[in-house]
Each structure stands twice: as C-alpha cells, then as structure tokens.
C-alpha cells in the first residue's frame, strides 16, 4: 500500500490530500483495498455512484456501447444523443439540454448561457449582466466558478477573476429580492449546499425565491450536480417545494459513477439563444456518455432509487441523530444526503474520518468540521446498521456514546 501512495504522492500535483487507503475493487456499495481489506462506500465519489459500484445493466451498456461506437464529436449526429435528450428534457421539464462532461463544464454553459439570455431577451446593456449565488456556493473549480466562492483558499492566488457576480446569503429570500437590480439576469443557486457541510435551506426557501425571480424577470437556474438523481429523496431536490425553474444543471450520477457526464437542461426561451458555434466540447453529447446516461435514469426510475434514498435517508438520519456523543454537534440532511458537524474543539472532522477508515467506512470531512454520510442509493437497510455501528464505534473512540437505537 504505502510504494503505491509514494506513487501518486510523487508524480501527482499536490492538490488533493486523499485518506491513506488504496482502493483496488468496488461490487455494489462495497470497496476493497490493495491488501482485500472491506469498506462501505458511504461518500459515493461525492454523489457520483448512487448506482454502487458495477451495475450489471450499466456494464452491460457500457460495454455494448463502447464497442459499437464511442466519440465521434458533435461535428456528426449519432443515434444514441436525441433519446437521451429527449428522456433529460422529460424527467425535468425542460425544452431543451446541452451536454457536457463534468459539473463545472455544466454550470458554466449555464452562465454563458444566461447571460446571453440577459443581453438577447431582457436587453441588459452589453457587459453587465449579473448573476446573483449564494455564500457558501460550490459550483466546481473553473477559475470563472472559484471567483465567486465564498471560500478563500478556493479563490487565493487563482485571481484576476471574471465579474458579474453578486453573492448574498443562502438561505434569505429578502437577501435575494434585495440584490436584484435591472441588470440581473439570474439566481444561481444549489437547493442543498453539498461541499459547505450539507447546509439545508429553510422550508420554501426555493419556492420564495421562485416567485421573487419569475416577479422580477430574473432566471433561476438550480444546480443540482449533486442534489439530482434521486440524493435527496425526491429525482431533484427541488420537487421536495415543486419548484419549476428555468435552468437545471445535473452531472455525477448522470455517468451512472462510470462516465463524466453533465448537462445544463433549460426552457426554449433561455436555451434558444444559442446558435450554431457559440459553444460546445468535443467529449460532451458523445454516444457512449449518452447511452450510459440514459441507462443510468431507466436505472434510476425502474429501481425506484429517489424513494429507496427517501426511505433510507430517514432510517440513516434516524439512527445517527439516536447516538449521543460529546463531539457530535449536529446532525442534518435530505434523502441519503447527511451530514454530521463535529465539535471542532474536540475532534476535526479529518481526524474522524480517518479513525472511520480503521472501523472500515469511507466518508469525506467537508469544511473541517462535517463528515458527510452519502452511500449509494441502492444501499440497504442492513448495510446502513452496519455502518451506523462502526460509526458508532468510532465516535466511541473521542468520548463515551450511548446509542438508543442501538440493535
Ligand atoms: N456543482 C455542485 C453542486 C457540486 O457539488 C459539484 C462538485 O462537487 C460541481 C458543481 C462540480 O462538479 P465537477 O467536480 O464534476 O466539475
């Protein structure tokens, strides 16, 4: 294990600092590592593997798919993209969808393509389109999207960034109304902050601010590349408060955890300002992304994830909120998105999720004091019992527990 991290400790850039586990095989929500010991998947390459690990009916397209045909560009047309267009289109109520390879590639399209909109359509002088995001916002690493992160180290060093953007509390539908001005051309907003330690909004919060955007002629493009695709509960977190926007942005589950693929999916009238080379990407909308995505929602919607992560997501969050510990300080989420904040004064979420390691589950820290709990969707209940008592255990580790639900 260790030649291995010297390995890639070595030759890689030094931009991620990854747990001392080697990773060598995946079936289901199962890892192993290089030496055959057992984890539980309980981070889901942050969101991306809600099928597990080696879905045999997404191997199965894979495969058959990669065969027949794979990248060819978009200088052609290929018989697998309109039918997964067309299926984006329809599990989100869209007109049309433009597809890209990762989150960030999906939220930019998304920028460029409001502000369009904005200069076209509501006729913001040239140059002044503004797009109004949250504090706490991740929409990825472009240096476009880090400047306007609210995070330093996200944005330190990585400047002169583009302007245009206006940041105000996420969560403060009054902060929202406030901000918007002549210019604005749009509200970009996640409807569960994932990388800002699993920060949910207050109940109508997305329904508020909704009706503040369509009063205002502001477009509100939600970002759910990690909230999409059933995480939450629900196919999009969004429908948890019915709310039609006029832009969705959805990736990782999209690659069904085997491709990147991402979209940016919106109305007819905010889509149709685009015209033929105003933008594109050579891996975007190729027949072997596409063929995969669309057997990733059939998946999706035949196996019933969004409810299994609806059911589930309670009895995790059930569990967890059952254990008392002094280093717990909250516990929060949607759907089998959960998040645990620690006392950092006691515990930083690193180290826990490093002591989690040794007891055999995979989690992340987010913002040095949560461990997010996102398994993939298709878990089970027994699965979530095993992992709850290694969390258990580990939390056992900074303080006495006392589990109520304990089995
Ligand atoms: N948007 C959200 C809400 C995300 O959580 C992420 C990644 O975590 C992204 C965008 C960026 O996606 P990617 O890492 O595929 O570029």
Known sequence: MGDKIALEMRYGATNYLPLPVVLSRGEGVWLWDDEGRRYLDMLSAYSAVSFGYGHPKLLATLNAQAQRLAVTSRAFHSDTLGPFLAKLCEITGMDRALPMSTGAEG???????????????????EGQAEIIVCAGNFHGRTSTIVGFSSEAQYREGFGPFSGGFRPVPFGDVRALQKAITPHTAAFLVEPVQGEAGIVVPPDGYL??????????NV????DEVQTGLGRTGKLFAIHHENVKPDGIILGKALGGGLLPVSAFCAKESVMGVFKPGDHGSTFGGNALGAAVGLKAIEVLIDEKLSERSATMGAYLLKRLKAISSPVVADVRGKGLLIGVELDPK???????????????????????????????LIVTREELDWAVDRIRDALGEYGPVYDKEAA
Not at 107 to 125: D, L, M
Not at 219 to 222: D, Q
Request: glycine share 4%.
């Open 346 to 376: 006691r515990v930083s979420a690193r180290q826990f999720v490093e002591t989690l390691l040794k007891h055999g589950v995979l989690s992340k820290d987010t913002h040095g004091t949560v461990a997010r709990f996102a398994p993939p």
């Open 219 to 222: 477009l509100m493009v939600v």
């Open 207 to 216: 329904a508020e601010a909704a009706l503040v955007c369509k009063a205002n």
């Open 107 to 125: 939220v930019e399209t998304a920028i460029k393509c409001v502000r369009k909109w904005g200069y076209q359509v509501k006729k913001i002088p």
